[in-house]
């Protein structure tokens, strides 16, 4: 059972914003950055967002991340079809990380 | 360009022990912490510790503390991972990974291997 919550699933149409929230506590989120992964099926997992809305160089600015006390969510702006895939949140959490349940974007 | 290389597969006995390995290059290997996450079938990712090559400092998850051993061999950039007993609950693909910012112990993970899966079936 995953630290951070997050919901299975999101699903949205081409165009459309879907938002992915990751609940945590005052020992993880609550006092730590929060960062973003996707993963396609098959692959490795590649960083989205670090330090709770910094976009690393490459990803697309349809890709933004915010923080509010204990909990924090990943927006995607504009959803195409190669979003699909499996995003995660993971934050520190007194000396090592956790990630999120993990939640599977669909694009209808 | 920062690199993670680990082999693709290994197949184990239960009870058997099992060292994989992560080469690492296109960075100093000596001042990235750098460690594992597991993902076992169908199921999400879980952060298993990181080692500071320069002194091998380790973070473990309690999760993970006790059943594996982080090492690294910096003549080499090469960091390890080692069951001396495996499971079948260890039947899972194993991500290296480096943590983004130099000597910072909390950093989050940046570059990802292509993955070890390690199969332990009797």
């Known amino acids: 059972q995953s630290v951070l919550t997050q919901p299975p699933s999101v699903s949205g149409t081409p165009g459309q914003k879907v938002t992915i929230s990751c609940a945590g506590s005052s020992s993880n989120i609550g006092s730590n950055y929060v960062h973003w992964y996707r993963q396609v099926p098959g692959a490795a997992p590649t960083v989205l967002i670090n330090w709770n809305n910094q976009r690393p160089s490459g990803v697309p600015d349809r890709f933004s991340g915010s923080k509010s006390g204990t909990s924090a969510s990943l927006t995607i702006s504009g959803l195409r079809s190669e979003d699909e895939a499996d995003y995660y949140c993971?934050?520190?959490?007194?000396?090592?990380?956790?990630f999120g349940s993990g939640t599977t974007v669909a694009v209808l | 360009e920062v690199q993670l290389l680990q082999p693709g597969a290994e197949v184990k006995k239960p009870g058997e022990s099992l060292m994989i390995s992560c080469e690492a290059s296109g960075y100093n290997f000596s001042t990235h912490w750098i460690g594992w996450v597991r993902q076992m079938p169908g199921r999400g990712l879980e952060w298993m510790g990181i080692i500071y090559p320069a002194d091998s400092d380790m973070r473990y998850s309690p999760s993970f503390q006790g059943h594996v051993t982080l090492s690294v061999d910096e003549s080499t950039n090469t960091a390890f991972l080692h069951w001396s007993s495996l499971r079948t609950s260890d039947t899972a693909m194993y991500y290296c990974?480096?943590?983004?910012?130099?000597?910072?112990?909390?950093?989050?993970?940046?570059?990802w291997g292509r993955g070890t899966l390690v199969t332990v079936s009797s």
């Open positions: 993971a934050a520190w959490q007194e000396g090592f990380y956790v």
């Open positions: 990974v480096r943590s983004s910012v130099s000597t910072m112990t909390n950093s989050p993970p940046d570059y």
